[in-house]
């Protein structure tokens, strides 16, 4: 593919970022997504981070198998998290075919999406209008020109946090959605129930940073929304970005005596880079009256994946 003349002294990197051929992937319908207390269960939902997704046929089918994987649910799985990185170059084209797939199914589970810097970095005005326009259309809500937002599904609260301006890999989160997390987070919490926050970035020191990547973490705001998360209790955050894999540097107990808990989600379209390193590995999420529980799944074959960092219980604390 050419690349606007802009853009043309990044050509390298592009060609990096992206696979010289695509799989696709056979879905299998032998282990469907399951829960471990279906007659207790409150609320569930399938994260998956970094779809990545390029002007291909072949990604668009593949990123289908997570939608087709989760409507093979033994029960109804009520939502899909996509933390960022809808798009590999922020084209409209990407995000025609990443839309297209869901609209497919958007009377069977909600979408939560947020962008990520491969989304906000070049083309930021056209993505966050693609974006934002299909978000409303698909909750049913006004988002008034900003890129964040929440929403409550069976009375838990989900917030979705976002870069309100270009980036390159970091976010840039505003005082306003700064306050916003604060406001909507007393409300979703005041009840004891758990909330969850999804952005694209993960926190500086956590998930192996800087180690794993220099300029992975969140930016300059980190400091102010992290203090603002640990002042409530069982607070979730999902993020993605690193393309850790499944390893030890999925969980994060960001503050312990609060329950807050942060999961660094692998990259669904590529390979990732540590432990359990296969693409299409997310975490189904079981919320019950008394306990969360995340589990490694694979959403491009239809597999739980077993091994070391694939369940996560947390007990919910008063």
């Given at each position: 593919m050419e690349l606007p003349f802009f853009l043309a002294k990044y050509q390298k990197q592009f060609r990096a970022m992206n696979p010289k051929y695509d799989v696709?992937?056979?879905?299998?319908?032998?282990?469907?997504?399951?829960?471990?207390?279906?007659?207790?269960?409150?609320?569930?939902?399938?994260?998956?981070?970094?779809?990545?997704?390029?002007?291909?046929?072949?990604?668009?089918?593949?990123?289908?198998?997570?939608f087709l994987d989760?409507?093979?649910?033994?029960?109804?799985?009520?939502?899909?998290?996509?933390?960022?990185?809808?798009?590999?170059?922020?084209?409209?084209?990407?995000?025609?075919?990443?839309?297209?797939?869901?609209?497919?199914?958007?009377?069977?589970?909600?979408?939560?999406?947020?962008?990520?810097?491969h989304d906000a970095r070049f083309f930021f005005r056209t993505a966050s209008k693609i974006v934002n326009a299909n978000i409303e259309k698909l909750l049913g809500i006004n988002l008034h020109g900003k890129t964040y937002y929440s929403y409550e599904i069976k009375g838990y609260k989900i917030i979705v946090l976002c870069t309100e301006k270009a980036v390159l890999e970091k976010a840039y989160i505003s005082p306003?959605?700064?306050?916003?997390?604060?406001?909507?987070?007393?409300?979703?919490?005041?009840?004891?129930?758990?909330?969850?926050?999804?952005?694209?970035?993960?926190?500086?020191?956590?998930?192996?940073?800087?180690?794993?990547?220099?300029?992975?973490?969140?930016?300059?705001?980190?400091?102010?929304?992290?203090?603002?998360?640990?002042?409530?209790?069982?607070v979730f955050y999902i993020n993605g970005h690193l393309h850790g894999g499944v390893c030890d540097y999925v969980e994060e107990i960001l503050n312990k005596s609060n329950n807050v808990i942060s999961l660094s989600i692998p990259g669904y379209r590529k390979e990732n880079n540590f432990g359990i390193t296969d693409a299409g590995v997310g975490y189904m999420c079981e919320v019950y009256s008394d306990k969360v529980i995340f589990r490694a799944r694979n959403f491009l074959t239809g597999k739980y994946v077993s091994g070391d960092y694939t369940r996560f219980e947390y007990i919910l604390i008063p």
């Open positions: 696709i992937y056979e879905l299998s319908a032998d282990d469907p997504v399951s829960f471990e207390n279906r007659q207790e269960i409150r609320f569930s939902f399938a994260a998956i981070a970094d779809t990545h997704l390029p002007n291909r046929e072949s990604a668009e089918k593949n990123l289908e198998n997570a989760v409507m093979n649910s033994e029960d109804r799985v009520d939502a899909l998290f996509l933390a960022g990185d809808i798009a590999d170059y922020g084209f409209k084209s990407e995000y025609e075919r990443f839309f297209r797939v869901f609209h497919k199914y958007k009377n069977e589970l909600k979408l939560f999406v947020t962008m990520g810097n306003e959605q700064t306050s916003f997390l604060d406001s909507e987070l007393k409300k979703g919490t005041a009840e004891g129930k758990p909330c969850f926050v999804m952005c694209h970035q993960p926190f500086a020191f956590t998930h192996g940073l800087p180690e794993v990547w220099k300029t992975g973490d969140m930016g300059e705001q980190n400091d102010e929304v992290r203090a603002i998360m640990e002042k409530y209790k069982n």
